[in-house]
């Protein structure tokens, strides 16, 4: 890639320079405390922000929160994002109460060299995701304004075509952050030569949503072993009832011609928790996939799959798993996730987390996050990386 990176800015001296760098700060709140209950995706941007202020820059941090519909909204307001963010930091960091006004000039007009200041939610702003190439460029004029460098370390973005990650770097000196940096050098080894045995898992709940990386990944990997809502549509495409389990009727068809077009590259689960209810406290038992009861519901992966999947992957020298393997948030629902992730953990492979909930999962299961050698911060990004996709952020820091 012809891009520009941060080591690239700093050499260049940014003391006294005002650098806006698009983060992503994303993250889960609490709906009932507004509490952050994960700050990966926080700590994930530290390295890059800490270099600019070692170095002197007055940094400004733009990022979006949630779905605002182009309006303020105090549910996804950025201001508990910038005291953790102060936290992590060892240092005060301002906040503006909005995006490119008044407050957003004073706050950042107010910044010493190596001071940070955060501004309001992005999306708070319609030109932030308008469809409409000028609406959103007299927004991007109006955040470019507030920097004289602009550095993207939101991987977990660069598949959108918003002002903040697209056509503020048109108007501003660009650069790519640490994390975009890696992230792109992690998954181009996925799409290059990886080394094989190359396994991938995929979870999640619709084979719509992983339709396109199954076939741009299918032709290239050794194995492809799928769990999660997804893996009944499978089932069903084998000629298996699935009770009450999610299906998508619409892609039945397509998985069994997946499944001819690379005769025994699928593995599919052999047993399944099924539930009498999708609850925490549902009456639930494990069996076979050729006996799912009419009225009940898969919601994980049984313990002989785990160790079928498990196998699989102690052979494996390349990994990249995306999406849990059953409904995770509630503990009698978690052990599939937790045993594929641990067999990846242990495999000695080159392992990567595709972002999203399995990145979510590896936290709040209380994994050892150092064990795999990548987790990602964008789920949709690095689907899209994988599919062979132009992605607008990566391809905006290109110019």
């Known amino acids: 890639m012809s891009i520009r990176n ?36 926080i700590r994930a941007v530290l390295p890059t922000l800490s270099a600019l202020v070692q170095a002197g820059a007055k940094v400004v941090v733009c990022s979006h ?63 932030e995701t308008s469809k409409d190439d000028a609406e959103r460029g007299a927004f991007a004029d109006q955040l470019a304004a507030l920097g004289e460098a602009y550095v993207d370390d939101a991987f977990g973005a660069v598949h959108r075509k918003h002002a ?37 898992v995929l979870g999640g709940s619709k084979v719509s949503d992983k339709l396109a990386v199954i076939e741009a990944l299918l032709p290239k990997v ?17 000629g298996l009832e699935v009770g009450s389990s999610l299906l998508e ?22 047993d399944v928790v099924a539930a009498v209810a999708f609850a925490p406290d549902a009456e639930h038992h494990t069996v076979r996939v050729d006996g799912i009861p009419n009225k009940r519901v898969g919601l994980d992966i049984g313990p002989e799959t785990v160790a079928g999947f498990a196998a699989a992957l102690k052979q494996a020298r390349t ?7 059953g409904v995770f948030e509630m503990a009698a629902f978690a052990n599939g996730t ?27 299961l209380g994994l050892d996050e150092s064990a795999f050698d990548h987790i990602s911060t964008g789920g949709g990004a690095s689907l899209e990386f994988l599919e062979g996709k132009t992605l607008p952020g990566i391809a905006a820091l290109e110019k």
Request: net charge negative; with cysteine; hydrophobic share 40%.
């Open 65 to 127: 929160l949630g779905r605002p519909k182009g309006a303020p909204d105090p549910q996804f307001s950025l201001r508990p994002v910038a005291g953790r963010l102060g936290e992590l930091l060892g240092a005060p960091v301002h906040f503006a109460e909005d995006t490119v006004g008044d407050s957003a000039r004073a706050c950042v007009e107010g910044l010493a060299d190596g001071q940070v200041a955060v501004l309001e939610n992005l999306r708070f702003n319609k030109g």
């Open 249 to 270: 009727e619409e892609m039945v068809e397509t998985c069994r011609n997946l499944m001819e077009r690379e005769p025994g590259k699928i593995m599919l689960p052999v």
């Open 222 to 238: 050794d194995r492809l072993l799928i769990g999660g809502g997804m893996c009944f549509t499978f089932l069903k495409a084998q």
């Open 6 to 41: 941060l080591d690239d800015l700093l050499a260049e001296g940014v003391p006294g320079r005002r650098v806006l760098v698009r983060a992503d700060l994303n993250v889960p709140l609490d709906k009932q405390t507004g509490e952050i209950t994960d700050d990966g995706r």
């Open 319 to 325: 990994v990249f798993w995306n999406g849990p393997m």
């Open 338 to 364: 937790r045993g594929v992730a641990e067999a990846i953990a242990k495999s000695g492979a080159f392992s990567v987390v595709g972002g999203g909930d399995s990145a979510a999962a590896v936290r709040t």
């Open 164 to 200: 903040s990650v697209y056509d503020v770097p048109a108007r501003l000196p660009h650069f790519a952050g640490r994390l975009v940096l890696r992230e792109v050098e992690v998954l181009s080894k996925l799409t290059g030569d990886p080394e094989r045995p190359y396994v991938v």
